[in-house]
């Protein structure tokens, strides 16, 4: 059989969950894939690989590889290699990422760039798929169009089927077969189909509609608008192509509790891990602002943690008690709840290398499960929803969800499902007729990540403390009729709800440390997000909202650095903060007025988004990106001659974009270059890491 290798490199497992559906479809194609992760270097060998190789890279961070190929990246970027270093190679990469971010599929695009200055080249084009829109709409056709480019490229190796690590002659070598575009190669894959005999694997099925369920269809819908539970014409009258239905791989055995302990510890996949109570918590804003933000202060004196101004770090956090719940009555399962879990793998499977998930603890209760290992808030992927149909004995309902999964409802997926962030439980509510197997939650439900947040404090400030801030996200649920919260900020509000008193902004807990409330962290990865480690270097910084955070941990190390060496030489301080009231959200008033006063922080500027303008006080600046442009002269002063830093910290949907076009501008007009020479410079200085980012979608 015709060998690759495969690899993914992931951060949350959505890369090697597409990685395994490669895996899953080859053997129906006449492949077979080698499948590794990309940290996995003791079981494959790029330096004398001569099978096709195939790549899955996600992007984590604001575009940084996913920890499990840092290493890969290190080696591969070591510059005495030689450029032709991979000559042998063929590849095909798949790049994921996040449009809202500005280095979007970073995490592939580094790869793919260093493997071809290595002399690889591809058998087939690169793939970008974007989390913003869908990642299915490229991944889709690019697994499609994968087979026909593996099967040219064989064809162009003299039929030799790669069987084998060992390097062909050089004659052979030097055979390819230029790179294929995947949308050709998926029409392509579709003709192929049509002169090939039925191997038994199926990739989809169409479904025609019958002129009783086109009418029915019809009419049910004739004075509605569409919605998660009812589609419109042409959708509610077309013929379906739905994925093929992803094979069952678990069998759930539920036991009786003998009563065993139960603690998240034992499960959390980082480490090291810390048990920490809560010293304080303080509410940032007023109760009539539109979002509740607090700041929690954590005690670390008896833990080995040690961070700095600009690290993050991971909060493990639970499901909502009440959604749990929920869904265990859904499920008909909430008498069973404190039953022990056991997986075993079906003997009569047909996913290929099928494993026990390893977020899901063995003996452990039902009810823990879904409240600390599976991300029950996650969107069901459309291979989820097509094992949904499948479970669903209503014909209506069946057929919608079928819909929702197809090509053809592509849109209605995105509106429905995936923009509205409907999650498990708001398809079952949905759907009354579906009944799934607890088997196909624990097989499609993916794990509970922790949350990231940035330190907010400094351990020269605050010794044996660490400071972090947040918002209490809340969203409306698929009803309109119930606000949600995020899962960790509305954990974490309601953990520190006792430490709230009415009427009081902040209040010390109960010296008895058996009362204060306890959370779990873990250090996340080294970052670059630091103060310049010269002083005197200019420091420019932006952060609207709780984008903030970071800065207010730079301010208090910076002052107490001061303290420390009077006569020492220490750069400007800028900060452009921003948010939507003077009165209601201007988060660490007046701690940014004493850091003024004081000489720490050299400039303020402060943009009110939704105050209306008083006097030449407010000028025009609505948003911290006109407040950069008010200033352009003393900033390009700063970045281009004075070796200055900036960093930006908040949100990358909106704030990080407009904060980098206006920086593009202001460098094309105090440089006078045009806007490709700016955004030259812009990455210049991201390359000397002095334009840094520590942003969040």
Sequence with gaps: MRRFLLLYATQKGQA???AEEIHEQASDRGFSADLHCISESDKYDLNTETAPLVVVVSTTGTGDPPDTAQKFVKEIHDKTLPADFF????YGLLGLGDSEYTYFCNGGRVIDKRLQ???AQHFYDTGHADDCVGLELVVEPWIAGLWMALEKHFKSSGGQEETSGVLPRASSTILRTDALKPEMLHMESHIELLRLDDSGGKESEVLEQSDTNRSHAGASIKDSEPSLVRSAPPLSQASLSIPALPPAYLQVHLRESLGQEESQESVASV????????????????NDAIKTTLLLELDISKTGFSYQPGDAFNVICPNSESEVQSLLQRLQLADQQEHRVFLEIKADTKKKGAVLPQHVPEGYSLQFILTWCLEIRSVPKKAFVRALADCTGDGAEKRRLQELCSKQGAADYTRFIRDAAACLLDLLLAFPSCQPPLS??????????PRAY??????LCHPDKLRFVFSVVEFPDQSALVLRRGVCTGWL???AAPVLQPNTRALQVDSREDWAPKILISPRAINSFHLPSDPSAPVIMVGPGTGIAPFMGFLQHREKLQEQHPDGSFGAMWLFFGCRHKDRDYLFREELQHFLKYGILTHLKVSFSRDPPSGEAAGPAKYVQDNLRLHSQQLARLLLHENGYIY???DAKNMAKDVNDALAEIISQEAAVDTLGALRTLAALKEEKRYLQDIWS
């Excluded at 010293?279 to 007023?286: F, I, M, N, R």
């Excluded at 940035?454 to 351990?459: F, G, H, I, P, T």
């Design 454 to 459: 940035s330190c907010a404090s400094s351990s």
């Design 87 to 90: 000559a042998h190679l063929r």
């Design 648 to 650: 930006v910290c908040g």
């Design 440 to 449: 196909l939650l624990l097989e499609h439900l993916p794990k509970l990540q």
């Design 117 to 119: 200055e290595l002399g």
């Design 493 to 495: 509000a309601t953990l």
């Design 16 to 18: 090697k969950a597409i």
């Design 271 to 286: 480490d090291p891990l810390f048990q920490v109570p809560i010293s304080k918590a303080v509410q940032l804003t007023a």
